[in-house]
């Protein structure tokens, strides 16, 4: 009875950020812009949009909880420095594939590193699970699509059985069964939540799709609306490799344009934009005044 209480306000904790952070991620999904700007974007099929948000806040909560017994396990075998070097071990497996794109990231101007390292890390500590469920599939991200997300899914729940395993001698016999019952919910709930995406996209959660490069090239080449191209031109330019000079043709005799009508896109598109081009840009603006 004196537990209760406290499990309750941290059972109730972890319910909140599982719902704040599937409301954040599921709006993304299914914005009506953001799938116009990039055909990857919104797999929730939308006869299933409610099934798919409760999967996600169940997934997310089992999650958290398989996390919290590695810590509470780890705690109780005064092993906190493993909880550190699990936390590392999740953060340098995440490292592997922005290594292999270059140690670059698309939505981050080139050279900024240490700002992507500190992301990356934030990411293990904080809402990884929803990341994964509703964009690591997506083209755009370089994290090897579902080969990642098998990982999170799988993951956690061996460490957390391994660690009860090694150093559970002190922890609650009832624990063991706990674990059990919620390692089975987060499986339930993982593909209760594929079955909510289409069909077509299905496939996106389970293997490796194509490199950030090819998604923004095709999304690029899809359309000759400008807001559509704008969306794809602005990443680093290590995701345009092999097809910049299109995209620099398409920025010149744009921008004029763009600049006169105060294009939305445009703010953030010079930011990817090289200075030469700018100027180039500018120029032809004022042999046109």
Same mark, same amino acid.
């Given at each position: 009875?004196?537990d209760f209480l406290p499990n309750f306000s941290?059972?109730?904790?972890?319910?909140?950020?599982?719902?704040?952070?599937?409301?954040?991620?599921?709006?993304?999904?299914?914005?009506?812009?953001?799938?116009?700007?990039?055909?990857?974007?919104?797999?929730?099929?939308?006869?299933?949009?409610?099934?798919?948000?409760?999967?996600?806040?169940?997934?997310?909560?089992?999650? %958290?909880?398989?996390?919290?017994?590695?810590?509470?396990?780890?705690?109780?075998? @005064?092993? /906190?420095?493993?909880?550190?070097?699990?936390?590392?071990?999740?953060?340098?497996?995440?490292?592997?594939?922005?290594?292999? @794109?270059? &140690?670059?990231?698309?939505?981050?101007?080139?050279? @900024?590193?240490?700002?992507?390292?500190?992301?990356?890390?934030? /990411?293990?500590?904080?809402?990884?699970?929803?990341?994964?469920?509703?964009?690591?599939?997506?083209?755009?991200?370089?994290?090897?699509?579902?080969?990642?997300?098998?990982?999170?899914?799988?993951?956690?729940?061996?460490?957390?059985?391994?660690?009860?395993?090694? &150093?559970?001698?002190?922890?609650?016999?009832?624990?063991?069964?706990?674990?059990? %019952?919620?390692?089975?919910? @987060?499986?339930?709930?993982?593909?209760?939540?594929?079955?909510?995406?289409?069909?077509?996209?299905?496939?996106?959660?389970?293997?490796?799709?194509?490199?950030?490069?090819?998604?923004?090239r095709e999304q690029f080449k899809r359309s000759?609306?400008?807001?559509?191209?704008?969306?794809?031109?602005? %990443?680093?330019?290590?995701?345009?490799?092999?097809?910049?000079?299109?995209?620099?043709?398409?920025?010149?005799?744009?921008?004029?344009?763009?600049?006169?009508?105060?294009?939305?896109?445009?703010?953030?598109?010079?930011?990817?934009?090289?200075?030469?081009?700018?100027?180039?840009?500018?120029?032809?603006?004022?042999?046109?005044?």
């Open positions: 009875a004196d941290v059972g109730l904790s972890i319910m909140t950020i599982a719902f704040t952070m599937t409301s954040i991620f599921y709006d993304e999904d299914i914005s009506p812009k953001k799938r116009f700007l990039d055909t990857d974007t919104g797999v929730i099929r939308d006869d299933k949009r409610t099934l798919a948000f409760i999967s996600a806040v169940i997934r997310c909560t089992s999650q %958290v909880i398989v996390r919290m017994t590695i810590f509470y396990v780890l705690r109780s075998a @005064n092993k /906190m420095s493993y909880f550190g070097a699990l936390l590392g071990f999740e953060w340098a497996c995440l490292m592997i594939p922005v290594l292999y @794109n270059g &140690w670059e990231y698309p939505e981050l101007p080139k050279g @900024n590193r240490i700002l992507l390292v500190v992301i990356s890390f934030v /990411m293990i500590l904080t809402c990884h699970t929803h990341f994964f469920m509703f964009l690591d599939y997506h083209g755009c991200y370089p994290w090897f699509g579902g080969v990642t997300l098998v990982w999170e899914l799988i993951s956690s729940m061996v460490f957390a059985w391994a660690v009860l395993f090694f &150093w559970g001698s002190e922890a609650p016999e009832s624990l063991a069964l706990i674990l059990g %019952v919620v390692c089975a919910v @987060n499986i339930f709930s993982h593909f209760s939540f594929i079955y909510c995406v289409e069909e077509k996209k299905r496939a996106w959660y389970f293997k490796y799709r194509k490199s950030p490069n090819e998604h923004f000759d609306v400008d807001d559509i191209k704008a969306a794809a031109a602005s %990443v680093n330019p290590k995701f345009t490799e092999g097809w910049r000079d299109d995209v620099k043709e398409w920025f010149v005799s744009g921008y004029p344009e763009w600049k006169a009508e105060k294009k939305e896109f445009l703010g953030k598109l010079l930011l990817f934009m090289d200075k030469e081009w700018v100027v180039a840009a500018e120029a032809g603006l004022r042999l046109e005044a």
